[in-house]
C-alpha cells in the first residue's frame, strides 16, 4: 500500500520567506510526527499528533514553526520568516498507536535550503 | 543531552567484510528500534527488540539487546554495497513508541 508521502521533496527559498511543507500519512496511521535532520544533529522531534487529542508541540525550536493536522490526515508544517539555520531536511512519521508499541513510518522527507 | 550513544560514528569497510556498531545508554529502554535510512529516504524501520537478551535475525543482519536493555548491537555478516546508509537506533520507554530517544547514527559505506 501507499507510504507516507511528503512535499515538495525540495524547496529552496530565500531567508525571510514563508514556506509550508505538507505530508500525508499512511490511511489509518492515527498519530502523526514531524522531525528536523540536520547534519550531525540526528532526529529533532518537533510536533505530535494523536487522533483528536491536543498536539505535543513540545519539540517546536520558535513561535515561528507551526503545525497543523486537518481532518485527522494530512499534515502541514509552516514555518514563518525563514532563517539559514532552519536548513534541513524535514522527515514526517506516521503509526498506529504509538502506546501499543506501534513503529513509525516515515517519509522520504523535505529537504529545505534557505539562501 | 544524548541518551543513546552510538559506535562508530562512520565506517568504511570492503564488500565481504563483517563488522558491529553500537547503541549504548545510561538509560533502560522497554524496547529498541534499529532504522536503516539511505541518502534521499527516510528511516525504514529494521527490527524491534524487546526482550533482554533477544537476538533478532534479519538475514545476514544481527540485531542483540543487552540483558539489562541498556544496550545493544548490530552485526552484518560478508557486507554488500547494498547495506551503505546511516543506521539509527531508538529507544523507548514504558512501551511508549511516542517519545523515542534517538541515536546520532552511524553512517556504513560499503566499498566493492
Known amino acids: 500500500g501507499a507510504g507516507v508521502s511528503q512535499s515538495p521533496s525540495n524547496k529552496v527559498t530565500e531567508k525571510g520567506k514563508d514556506v509550508e511543507l505538507r505530508c500525508d500519512p499512511i490511511?489509518?496511521?492515527?498519530?502523526l510526527y514531524w522531525y528536523r535532520q540536520s547534519l550531525g544533529q540526528g532526529l529533532e522531534f518537533l510536533i505530535y499528533?494523536?487522533?483528536?487529542?491536543?498536539?505535543?508541540k513540545s519539540g517546536l525550536p520558535s513561535d515561528r514553526f507551526s503545525a497543523e493536522r486537518t481532518g485527522g490526515s494530512v499534515s502541514t508544517l509552516t514555518i514563518q520568516r525563514t532563517q539559514q539555520e532552519d536548513s534541513a531536511v524535514y522527515l514526517c512519521?506516521?503509526?498506529?498507536?504509538?502506546?501499543?508499541?506501534?513503529?513509525?513510518?516515515f517519509g522520504d522527507g523535505t529537504r529545505l535550503s534557505i539562501l | 543531552t544524548q541518551l543513546l550513544e552510538q559506535s562508530p560514528q562512520f565506517l568504511s569497510i570492503q564488500e565481504g567484510e563483517n563488522l558491529t556498531v553500537y547503541c549504548n545508554s545510561s538509560?533502560?529502554?522497554?524496547?529498541l528500534q534499529w532504522y536503516r535510512q539511505e541518502p534521499g529516504e527516510g528511516p525504514v524501520l529494521l527490527v524491534t527488540?524487546?526482550?533482554g537478551g533477544e537476538v533478532k535475525k534479519l538475514k545476514r543482519l544481527t540485531f542483540q539487546f543487552g540483558d539489562a536493555r541498556k544496550d545493544s548491537s548490530l552485526h552484518i555478516t560478508a557486507a554488500q554495497t547494498g547495506d551503505t546508509g546511516l543506521y539509527l537506533c531508538?529507544?523507548?520507554?514504558?512501551?511508549?513508541?511516542?517519545?523515542?530517544?534517538w541515536g546520532l547514527g552511524t553512517s556504513l559505506a560499503v566499498n566493492p
Open positions: 512519521a506516521s503509526s498506529l498507536d504509538p502506546l501499543a508499541n506501534q513503529p513509525q513510518h
Open positions: 490511511s489509518g496511521h492515527t498519530a
Open positions: 499528533f494523536q487522533g483528536n487529542s491536543a498536539p505535543d
Open positions: 538509560s533502560v529502554f522497554s524496547s
Open positions: 527488540v524487546v526482550t
Open positions: 531508538a529507544g523507548a520507554f514504558d512501551g511508549n513508541n511516542r517519545k523515542l530517544i
